[in-house]
């Protein structure tokens, strides 16, 4: 998809540095514009007065949702790397340029955050309840195995949402990132 400013710029036939001077913007601030950078406050306002359109037309607001599948996806890497489930996401989603992409990508590092706090509280306290209770049955196996399919239950519904609507279907509502 051509970027919106890229589009508009080239409708009215001015150039990256016509379009600079016109608006007030520097040259270098339109071309991170045009190879996706986030355009916001002043400078959407001045680009928009410059090109005469509304600055609502000028936002990227789609989201790049095989980048975000890749990203929720990514999070099964914790079945083979200690804290993969944050790591390999965080990755992907800061190297993304899409402002949407980027806060879901960040709802899905914040999930696997709050579900490897959990899942690290309840392993600690696993073995005081087994000494409790029962000595007999392999208590933390049974509860790593139980929080391991949930995040996997977490990763799959999220996916199946994220095809059908472009949303997750589980994010948090407390904003880790």
């Not at 993304?96 to 899942?119: F, P, V």
Request: charged letters at 20%; one cysteine or more.
């Amino acid at each position: 998809m051509k970027n919106k400013v890229k589009f508009y710029r080239e409708q009215h036939n001015l150039t990256q540095t016509e379009l600079a001077k016109k608006s007030g913007v520097s040259l270098r601030t339109i071309q991170r514009i045009e190879n996706g950078s986030p355009l916001k406050g002043f400078t959407l306002t001045a680009i928009a007065t410059a090109l005469d359109v509304s600055p609502e037309n000028l936002q990227n607001d789609t989201i790049d949702i095989e980048k975000v599948k890749m990203i929720n996806v990514a999070t099964l890497s914790f079945c083979l790397i200690p804290f993969g489930n944050i790591i390999l996401p965080a990755i992907l989603t800061f190297n993304t340029h899409n402002e949407r992409t980027k806060s879901l990508g960040k709802d899905i590092i914040s999930t696997q955050i709050i579900w490897t706090i959990i899942t690290a509280i309840l392993l600690i306290m696993t073995p005081f309840i087994q000494v409790r209770f029962s000595k007999n049955i392999p208590l933390i196996i049974i509860v790593l195995v139980v929080l391991m399919c949930i995040n996997v239950f977490i990763v799959f519904k999220n996916s199946i949402r994220l095809t059908n609507k472009s949303e997750l279907y589980i994010k948090p509502k407390i904003k880790l990132l």
